[in-house]
């Protein structure tokens, strides 16, 4: 899946007053990055645009593990955008990061999950609506923020208990001095795990009135954002509910949706996809939850997904997942 060609990222001013303060000028990361000047000081730039200038403020740096710690550790808590500000003046650090996953949605691609288990809370990060992954800069940087966030709030020494990288992140020793934990390499996800006590520990910085303005705005931002997003969701949930009534048009969901044809296509091209797409999308996703299911046969699944013929279900199969159905099934029944 292609990187979002729509311009909905921001910068905060606080990202490009920290550069400068580590001595990296805009310019030289526009250069970097090969875009002109104008793409860095518009208000908001493409996922593609966004992944070029952090990597190439991580290029002009030099190591990775210094451009992670000299960004986070600059960066002026008053130049924090609203989000942000939001979860710095949380009531503690469990509500902090949770606000910090519920607002990062607006900000595409990145997006955190928390799971608390046991003695742990565990932040993975993982990249929304692109299968590419973020430059390791912007990875390095997001984990380290958490901490700082908790640092800040709190006004406590915290240190991380531990924290895993999938690709090398420059000098380990430096990110172990920041974090106060062993830093894995190689790892299968991008996570940090903080211990789950310190999550009840009270922000020094709490400001009730502040958040009693700001949360209600950000509130309905986000809702906003979703509705006028979730398209491409909701057509391919219309597709896979239709999949076995034989012939589904364009026209039939448009329909459905109070939309034009036109509409719903350029609804659909904003996000980067289109109505063939989903469809061939949505009869992949559906056979392989069909196929784990030993009581249907293949030739119902095929039918299930909307094939009247077994042989094109099988060529599309091989095209999915470069394997037979029945291969594939014989490999993945209880792993999906």
């Known amino acids: 899946m292609k990187l979002h060609t729509t311009k909905c990222i921001k910068f905060p ?11 990296v000028s805009p310019r030289d990361v526009a250069r970097q990055a090969r875009l002109p000047i104008t793409e860095i000081t518009e208000p908001k730039v493409t996922a593609a645009e966004y992944f070029a200038i952090w990597q190439a403020f991580s290029d002009l740096i030099g190591d990775i593990a210094k451009a992670i710690i000299g960004l986070v550790t600059v960066f002026e808590t008053t130049q924090y955008p609203p989000d942000i500000l939001a ?28 799971t608390e288990e046991g003695e742990d809370c565990t932040i993975e990060l993982e990249w929304q609506h692109t299968e590419e992954s973020g430059p390791k800069v912007l990875v390095g940087i997001t984990l380290a923020y958490l901490l700082e966030l908790g640092r800040r709030g709190t006004g406590q020494a915290l240190n991380a208990r531990r924290v895993e990288f999938s690709h090398p992140m420059g000098d380990v020793q430096a990110l172990e001095a920041y974090f106060g934990c062993p830093i894995q390499i190689g790892t299968i996800r991008n996570r940090l795990t903080l211990r789950r006590r310190d999550l009840d520990i009270p922000f020094a910085t709490y400001n009730e009135e502040l958040l009693e303005i ?50 719903l296509q350029r609804r659909l091209t904003e996000e980067d996809t289109s109505f063939k797409h989903l469809i061939t999308q949505a009869r992949h996703e559906q056979a392989r939850e069909y196929l784990v299911n030993p009581s249907l046969d293949i030739k119902e699944v095929a039918c299930l ?17 470069g394997d037979t159905p029945s291969h594939w099934r014989s490999e993945n029944i209880g792993k999906v």
């Not at 076995?244 to 364009?250: A, E, F, K, Q, S």
């Open 214 to 263: 700001l949360t209600p705005v950000l509130d309905r931002t986000l809702n906003e954002k979703q509705s006028t997003s979730s398209i491409t969701e909701t057509v391919k949930w219309i597709i896979k509910r239709s999949l076995m009534g034989g012939h589904l048009d364009i026209h039939s969901v448009a329909k459905e949706l109070n939309m034009s044809d036109r509409t």
């Open 305 to 321: 997904v909307g094939y009247e013929n077994l042989n094109s279900f099988y060529r599309a199969f091989r095209i999915w997942e």
């Open 87 to 114: 979860t710095y003046h949380a009531r503690d650090y469990r509500d902090a990061l949770y606000r910090m996953a519920r607002y990062k949605q607006m900000c595409p691609p990145e997006r955190l999950l928390i």
């Open 13 to 23: 001013s606080g990202f490009w007053s920290g550069l400068q303060q580590l001595g």
